[in-house]
């Protein structure tokens, strides 16, 4: 796994300074470019490749992130960098595009640079501060997702209960697997269906 080393620049130097805006949007861009182009695992992204491909200096990257991680982490939670989730089939049948879906996930997501990250990203994330906070709570991860537009299009024309929140059921689904991603690695396939059917189960119009 490739480490990033942390710069000598001191938190308070970091404190100290004031940002651009200009700089701080294009390391957010250029952080989601490189992991988006295809290029590039997770752990292929460094500080430095960031800096490069934003055009600023390395230490204006840590005069504002302690690491990657908290540069990925913003990126993920300010728009800039959607989680790579696969699109849900659209055949009629819910639970069997949803199965569908959790298969394709397990293949293409489930790979041990994106368990990398994800491991990365939670560290980012319980070490992050007030702003970390506010971030988390204004992000749309969950509302935007295939999943949630899936179950929020099925709500809308009566098939599941009128009452359910999209996100929840969503996050219900994706966040059982995520965590498993994060402490064992890919799950049976058996286990990660079991859970469509526990969410399905709660979520039918009765």
């Not at 402490?183 to 079991?194: E, I, K, L």
């Amino acid at each position: 796994m490739t480490g990033v080393t942390e710069d000598p620049v001191s938190a308070e130097t970091r404190r100290g300074r004031p940002r651009s805006a200009a700089s701080h949007q294009a390391v957010l861009t250029a952080t989601a470019r490189l992991l988006t182009c295809g290029e590039y695992e997770y752990d292929d992204v460094t500080v430095e490749r960031i800096a490069a491909e934003a055009g600023v200096g390395k230490q204006t990257i840590y005069r504002w992130w302690t690491n990657k991680a908290g540069v990925v982490l913003e990126a993920v939670l300010t728009g800039h960098l959607r989680l790579d989730f696969s699109p849900v089939p659209e055949t009629g049948d819910l639970r069997a595009d949803l199965l569908a879906w959790v298969s394709e996930t397990l293949d293409e997501t489930f790979t041990e640079g994106h368990r990398s990250m994800a491991r990365s990203l939670i560290s980012a994330l319980v070490t992050g501060g007030a702003e970390t906070d506010s971030l988390l709570a204004a992000s749309q991860i969950w509302e935007e997702s295939p999943v949630a537009d899936r179950l929020r299009a099925e709500r809308d024309v009566g098939r599941l209960r009128a009452d359910l929140e999209p996100s929840a059921a969503a996050a219900a689904l994706a966040s059982p697997l995520v965590l498993r991603l994060i402490t064992s690695g890919r799950p049976q396939d058996s286990w990660a269906h079991s859970l469509v059917d526990i969410v399905l189960d709660g979520a039918w119009a009765r």
